[in-house]
């Protein structure tokens, strides 16, 4: 009897010595994974400062435009952006539009500004406008209240993509508060906040199921509709408030006795697209049109990048991470084709 009631302890006392030691190792595993790569280092550690103040690493609310870019970089949208003109002998260039402008590091006003200090005597300071999300409204506003006393010379707007979303929602409205809402943070439990505090690997579980929420999570209202996102076409009313929002920015723009330039969206070469990605190609491809008549009626230059990369393809291999987004590649091929439009309408001041 004694020898039974022995075996009944020790086996949930090794299977409770084995769970431990497996923690044990997951977790040494993901602090030495973590100490090896500095950028997933640096994103861990966002993430826990977080989970510990409850402020997104990267986004936060904001009162007018529904939220913005928390950034330390100082040409780009955010808490450190600058707070006056540019100084006498520089040359500020304002670049506006969603992910495929905010980009990173290497996105393509970054580029744009390396490429052309060579080709100027002037200070050249490129703006990153961007943010991640942000449709034709949410930039207009921020030109409005942020950008416009900056007093950029020249204004990029590079949009498309984004203004396909308030489309997939039902009940539309042409100033989209059918499908934005006021900042909803996502919430973690007080339990998730101690955990990610303690535990690297529980913190990489946490961080990546918090990575497949997107922005919208946070600031749409419910979710598209089933039957509108399942089509290949919308209706073609609810793309006019995109061709009004850059009409007024166009003019916003001219008012400040700056000058404009208009960009077209690239896709992904139709070979590449998914099942899923008629819609966004076919809707992209309504919106570039629109830039296109825009930039006739209005007289304001336009670079057509979708154009361009769709007519060299093979230049854009490996230029693309998805229908829309685009790799460092990508990145550069953009900011070439505005510094050679910049450089063919004479817009670049000062040439060496």
Same mark, same amino acid.
């Given at each position: 009897?004694?020898?039974?009631?022995?075996?009944?302890?020790?086996?949930?006392?090794?299977?409770?010595?084995?769970?431990?030691?497996?923690?044990?190792?997951?977790?040494?595993?993901?602090?030495?994974?973590?100490?090896?790569?500095?950028?997933?280092?640096?994103?861990?550690?966002?993430?826990?400062?977080?989970?510990?103040?409850?402020?997104?690493?990267?986004?936060?609310?904001?009162?007018?435009?529904?939220?913005?870019?928390?950034?330390?970089?100082?040409?780009?949208?955010?808490?450190?952006?600058?707070?006056?003109?540019?100084?006498?002998?520089?040359?500020?260039?304002?670049?506006?539009?969603?992910?495929?402008?905010?980009?990173?590091?290497?996105?393509?006003?970054?580029?744009?500004?390396?490429?052309?200090?060579?080709?100027?005597?002037?200070?050249?300071?490129?703006?990153?406008?961007?943010?991640?999300?942000?449709?034709?409204?949410?930039?207009?506003?921020?030109?409005?209240?942020?950008?416009?006393?900056? !007093?950029?010379?020249?204004?990029?707007?590079?949009? @498309?993509?984004?203004? /396909?979303? %308030?489309?997939?929602?039902?009940? =539309? +409205?042409?100033?989209?508060?059918?499908?934005?809402?006021?900042?909803?943070?996502?919430?973690?439990?007080?339990?998730?906040?101690?955990?990610?505090?303690?535990?690297?690997?529980?913190?990489?579980?946490?961080?990546?199921?918090?990575?497949?929420?997107?922005?919208?999570?946070?600031?749409? !209202?419910?979710?598209?509709?089933?039957?509108?996102? @399942?089509?290949?076409? /919308?209706? %073609?009313?609810?793309?006019?408030? =995109? +061709?009004?929002?850059?009409?007024?920015?166009?003019?916003?723009?001219?008012?400040?006795?700056?000058?404009?330039?208009?960009?077209?969206?690239?896709?992904?070469?139709?070979?590449?697209?998914?099942?899923?990605?008629?819609?966004?190609?076919?809707?992209?491809?309504?919106?570039?049109?629109?830039?296109?008549?825009?930039?006739?009626?209005?007289?304001?230059?336009?670079?057509?990048?979708?154009?361009?990369?769709?007519?060299?393809?093979?230049?854009?291999?490996?230029?693309?991470?998805?229908?829309?987004?685009?790799?460092?590649?990508?990145?550069?091929?953009?900011?070439?084709?505005?510094?050679?439009?910049?450089?063919?309408?004479?817009?670049?001041?000062?040439?060496?």
């Amino acid at each position: 009897m004694a020898t039974k009631a022995h075996r009944r302890l020790v086996r949930p006392r090794n299977l409770l010595i084995l769970a431990v030691v497996s923690l044990a190792i997951v977790e040494t595993a993901a602090r030495v994974l973590e100490h090896m790569d500095v950028e997933l280092a640096r994103r861990m550690d966002s993430f826990r400062s977080y989970a510990e103040s409850g402020a997104h690493p990267l986004y936060g609310p904001h009162p007018y435009t529904g939220y913005g870019r928390w950034t330390e970089d100082p040409n780009a949208f955010g808490k450190h952006h600058p707070t006056g003109p540019a100084a006498e002998n520089q040359w500020r260039i304002a670049c506006l539009g969603g992910s495929t402008t905010e980009g990173g590091p290497t996105a393509y006003p970054a580029q744009l500004e390396a490429q052309l200090k060579p080709l100027t005597s002037r200070a050249v300071q490129v703006l990153n406008c961007g943010v991640s999300g942000w449709t034709s409204a949410e930039t207009l506003v921020n030109y409005q209240l942020n950008i416009q006393h900056l !007093e950029p010379q020249l204004v990029i707007v590079h949009h @498309a993509a984004n203004d /396909l979303r %308030p489309r997939l929602f039902a009940g =539309f +409205r042409s100033d989209y508060t059918h499908y934005r809402r006021p900042w909803r943070d996502s919430g973690l439990s007080p339990v998730d906040r101690f955990l990610i505090g303690a535990s690297r690997a529980y913190a990489r579980l946490r961080f990546a199921s918090q990575r497949r929420r997107t922005i919208g999570n946070w600031v749409s !209202e419910h979710s598209v509709d089933p039957e509108l996102a @399942a089509s290949t076409l /919308l209706n %073609p009313q609810t793309s006019l408030p =995109f +061709r009004r929002n850059l009409r007024s920015l166009i003019l916003s723009v001219r008012a400040r006795g700056a000058e404009c330039l208009l960009t077209t969206m690239p896709v992904q070469p139709k070979s590449k697209l998914g099942p899923g990605d008629q819609l966004n190609y076919n809707v992209i491809a309504e919106h570039n049109q629109h830039i296109r008549e825009l930039s006739a009626e209005c007289d304001v230059p336009l670079v057509d990048m979708a154009q361009w990369f769709e007519s060299n393809s093979e230049a854009c291999r490996g230029a693309f991470i998805d229908t829309v987004h685009t790799t460092k590649l990508g990145h550069q091929l953009k900011a070439n084709l505005i510094a050679r439009k910049l450089a063919k309408l004479g817009k670049i001041p000062q040439p060496k």
